[in-house]
């Protein structure tokens, strides 16, 4: 089976513009669309790290996503409207898409590359 058949999901990247002024006249980054309907997959991976000095437990949540290996993708992009097979998008609690910001692209060796992977971190 290929890499292509478990790409289960579409997603839009978004990439920051030339930085505007607002009105306080701080620096804000615009985004705009460099491709969309991109096939990718989105993995969430939840686990419990130990607190030796507390004693508590505490949840942290990696994502990865892997993207076909002519997207482009860069580090600090956005990834925008992640919609699974039935054409439901991934979301927030306010019922907002999420988006994601490309935290690292990870390194494959060999002598075909078959997939990109990234690490995501969640923005909104």
């Known amino acids: 089976m ?3 058949a478990h790409l ?3 997603c839009d990247l978004k990439r920051a513009t ?3 002024q607002d009105g306080y006249q701080a620096n804000r980054k615009t985004y705009t669309t460099t491709e969309a309907g991109v096939a990718c997959r989105l993995t969430e991976k939840t686990q419990r790290v130990m607190d030796t000095a507390t004693g508590e437990a ?4 990696t994502y990865l996503m892997l993207f076909v290996p002519t997207a482009d993708v860069r580090v600090a992009d956005q990834v925008t409207n992640i919609t699974d097979q039935r054409g439901d998008v991934e979301t927030v609690a306010s019922g907002d898409a999420a988006i ?3 935290s690292a692209l990870l390194k494959r060796r060999g ?3 078959r997939h990109l992977s990234a690490q995501l971190e969640r923005v909104g």
């Open 2 to 4: 290929s890499v292509g």
């Open 8 to 10: 289960i999901h579409t």
């Open 18 to 20: 030339a930085p505007n």
């Open 58 to 61: 505490a949840i942290v949540t």
């Open 100 to 102: 994601f910001r490309i």
């Open 111 to 113: 002598r075909s590359v």
